[in-house]
């Protein structure tokens, strides 16, 4: 990798959309590589749901947020895409302390752009896995 890759990488790994949702839940963020991130939840009895597993309205936004964050924010860190179609599917019943997003640039295009995102708990279980469709700002 060359130096202004490096550097370029360093800047990228630094940072992320700024929001207070994401401030609220704890996420903690980890920049793979250019196109490829992991975002950690912790997870607190206000996300978990009747039957003590986490919420999917919770895991969803776990995964539609780390999809986000795989693409460039602006010199504000705001975000440059916002989600037009994102699609869920549940595998498991998420439990224990944290869950982990791993997402992954699948296509940069012009107008739109895609993404997916596996989740798993803290045993490396895949708990639900994600698409979604972004549409550059």
Do not use: W
Not at 59 to 72: G, K, Q, R
């Amino acid at each position: 990798m060359t130096k202004s890759c490096e550097l370029s990488f360093e800047r990228m790994n630094s940072l992320f959309i700024q929001q207070p949702f994401d401030e609220f839940l704890g996420l903690q963020y980890e920049r793979v590589n250019e196109t490829n991130i992991k975002v950690i939840l912790p997870i607190q009895p206000l996300l978990l749901n009747t039957v003590g597993v986490v919420h999917g309205g919770i895991i969803s936004s776990l995964a539609d947020v780390a999809m986000c964050n795989t693409f460039e924010v602006d010199e504000n860190n705001r975000q440059t895409v916002v989600t037009v179609d994102l699609k869920m599917t549940f595998i498991k019943k998420a439990m224990g302390n944290l869950l982990i997003a791993n997402a992954y640039i699948i296509k940069k295009g012009r107008t739109l752009s895609h993404a997916d995102c596996m989740i798993y708990d803290e045993n490396n279980n895949l708990v639900a896995k994600a698409t979604g469709i972004f549409a550059n700002c």
